[in-house]
């Protein structure tokens, strides 16, 4: 299993930009999709952003699409979450996720989940 260790979360303003970053422990991230979901508590884990292992194919969920930017490094093993345009239902806490399967679209599909970053936008 990748072990993986988000950074990056804070406190930032509606309208605000902060960038997400995931580092990864094996070498076995290169072969892996990589996700990001967000949870607010009292609530499921939300799908955000996905990207495939060779960083060619992305996906987002429609509630950030045109707004955040998933990217990857698969020399450093990192990937990354841009987020431009936040707004204060974007507050929650951010994971980043990996799996060698061929979906990576849901959360249910990801192998490996990191232990969160907390992202809070304020009005």
């Known amino acids: 299993q990748v072990q993986l260790l988000e950074s990056g979360g804070g406190l930032v303003q509606a309208g605000g930009s902060l960038r997400l970053s995931c580092a990864a422990s094996?070498?076995?991230?290169?072969?892996?999709?990589v996700g990001w979901s967000r949870r607010v508590p009292g609530k499921e884990r939300e799908f955000v952003a996905a990207?495939?292992?060779?960083?060619?194919?992305?996906v987002y969920a429609e509630s950030v699409k045109g707004r955040f930017t998933i990217s990857r490094n698969n020399a450093e093993n990192m990937a990354y979450l841009q987020m431009n345009s936040l707004k204060p239902e974007d507050t929650a806490v951010y994971y980043c996720?990996?799996?060698?399967?061929?979906?990576?679209?849901?959360?249910?599909?990801?192998?490996?989940w990191g232990q969160g970053t907390q992202v809070t936008v304020s009005s």
């Open positions: 094996a070498d076995i991230f290169s072969a892996s999709n």
């Open positions: 996720g990996a799996t060698a399967g061929d979906s990576y679209t849901q959360v249910v599909d990801f192998d490996s």
């Open positions: 990207i495939s292992w060779g960083g060619v194919h992305t």
